[in-house]
């Protein structure tokens, strides 16, 4: 494939991914409401590109559970976890994550401490350059650090069940106006911490605590 075919094909699939992003990012600021119809002439306008790369993304975003399709009517964003989807989605991570991250302080090698720290510096690097985009910034590392807690862990089959949930965008659509980040990063640095220790009780312990403090807060945003 020639240079100038190569640079197309680039060019294309950033496009693809800035429409993606950015619908992405209308949808978890409640920009675009929960329930809310799409309106992809209007997205053509705004993002000053055809309909194309914004059916494709929309594509994306259904099979993550962000917008449905409905015969003769379109795109629609989803609505927020109900309180009941929201306990059972937060019972779901208890009973894997914990065990996850006992499992990745027990499996720990020469690279798990650096890869670790250098996501956690990632997030410290990110908002100070993206202060004003604190939800962005936030779901980006949130949905690493967990990942990459159940890549160290070892176990596939649960790593993957845990990806169909798709937890950390729709946990995150309910944090428009309280995003806790500082607690959060606090949070998966004493994770991290009990992981490159080796201790298994207390890196179990910590990601419990942190997944019940994250329920908490939820749960308050709900209520308000």
Do not use: C
Not at 4 to 13: D, N, P
């Amino acid at each position: 494939m020639s240079d100038s075919r190569l640079s197309a094909s680039s060019a294309k699939r950033n496009l693809g991914e800035d429409v993606y992003e950015s619908i992405k990012q209308q949808i978890m600021s409640h920009a675009i409401s929960p329930g809310a119809r799409v309106n992809i002439d209007r997205l053509s306008r705004v993002l000053d590109v055809s309909q194309t790369p914004i059916r494709q993304a929309l594509a994306r975003l259904e099979s993550e559970g962000l917008v449905e399709k409905q015969p003769s009517v379109g795109y629609s964003a989803t609505q927020v976890l109900t309180r009941k989807e929201l306990e059972d989605l937060y019972d779901f991570r208890l009973l894997t994550e914990p065990w996850a991250a006992a499992r990745a302080a027990a499996l720990r090698t020469g690279g798990t401490r650096e890869s670790l720290e250098t996501e956690l510096a990632k997030i410290k690097d990110i908002q100070n350059a993206h202060p004003e985009d604190p939800l962005k910034t936030m779901l980006a590392h949130d949905a690493r650090f967990h990942d990459l807690i159940l890549s160290l862990a070892g176990n596939e089959v649960v790593r993957s069940a845990l990806d169909r949930t798709h937890s950390h965008l729709h946990l995150f659509r309910l944090y428009s106006r309280d995003r806790g980040v500082d607690i959060t990063v606090d949070e998966h640095v004493g994770i991290a911490s009990a992981i490159n220790a080796g201790d298994q009780p207390a890196a179990a312990r910590a990601m419990r605590e942190h997944i019940e403090s994250s329920r908490a807060r939820t749960i308050q945003m709900l209520q308000t």
